[in-house]
């Protein structure tokens, strides 16, 4: 059994935590999986969207809170372990920001502390009513510092500030109220839903999608004058494309457009 599954579909790569009896926390071995996996999908032009799930009850319930015990043990008290351990999780977090492809969360059951960052790092999510989100290292002690800069960066930061500093659950209506959500399904929907999402995204122009995905985040980044700079440049390109005037022409023609990407 792999820590963590992947499985593709056409277009489409469904990884899957796979590690349910420690409800699929961020273990070592599974941030090294997922780092691997979207190092992989990063360069496969196969793929054009990537959706994450969880086995069993949960989607994932943030880092393994025994592996960290250990790394406390070490003879600096677990100073060089825990800057490796977040410095590994940043990156896996960053990596899908980056991945050319979007990633679409399908969160059920909960999504704590990193657990719900790894949630809001997708660009996209569709969960089963009924999960609860959180960031609630608070309550141990430990305040959910990392997790804090996706969220915050996905809803409103009043709302982020309570999640962070109360360690209280928000529910999915919640959740797509504030935005940390695209929308909730009843948990037997949840696989169909995504994949309808995936699907929809997938017969897109792929090279539109990862130029827009890039764009996307970069502009965000930006005040507006110089948004609006960059993104009239990446337009420019995306114009130049061949595929894109054989998009336009279909349209003016009335007729599918015969893509190559």
């Not at 440049?233 to 893509?259: H, Q, S």
Request: proline residues 3%; glycine residues 8%; charged residues 20%.
């Amino acid at each position: 059994m792999t820590i963590l599954d992947r499985q593709d579909t056409g277009a489409i790569a469904r990884l899957t935590l796979n590690a349910p009896e420690k409800l699929n926390a961020l273990s070592d071995a599974m941030l090294a999986a997922l780092q691997d996996q979207f190092d992989q999908l990063a360069q496969d032009k196969t793929i054009r969207v990537v959706t994450l799930a969880g086995a069993g009850k949960a989607f994932c319930a943030g880092h393994d809170l025994k592996e960290m015990t250990a790394g406390r043990q070490s003879p600096d008290g677990g100073r060089a372990y825990f800057a490796d351990l977040f410095n590994r999780c940043t990156s896996v977090m960053r990596a899908i920001r980056t991945l050319p492809q979007p990633v679409i969360a399908a969160p059920h059951g909960i999504a704590t502390a990193a657990g719900c960052q790894l949630v809001a790092s997708c660009d996209m999510a569709v969960a089963a009513h009924g999960t609860r989100f959180g960031v609630n290292g608070v309550n141990i002690g430990l305040f959910c510092s990392t997790p804090m800069v996706a969220l915050s960066r996905n809803i409103p930061r009043k709302q982020a500030f309570e999640m962070l500093t109360t360690g209280e659950f928000i529910d999915t209506m919640r959740a797509a109220e504030l935005g940390l959500i695209n929308r909730a399904v009843s948990p037997e929907d949840l696989d169909a839903a995504t994949l309808a999402l995936a699907e929809t995204v997938a017969a897109k122009l792929g090279s539109a999608v990862r130029i827009g995905k890039r764009a996307f985040y970069d502009q965000l980044e930006m005040d507006v004058d110089a948004a609006y700079a960059h993104t009239g440049a990446v337009m420019v390109e995306n114009m130049l494309d061949r595929d894109t005037a054989e998009g336009i022409n279909a349209f003016i023609e009335k007729r599918a457009p015969d893509w190559d990407q």
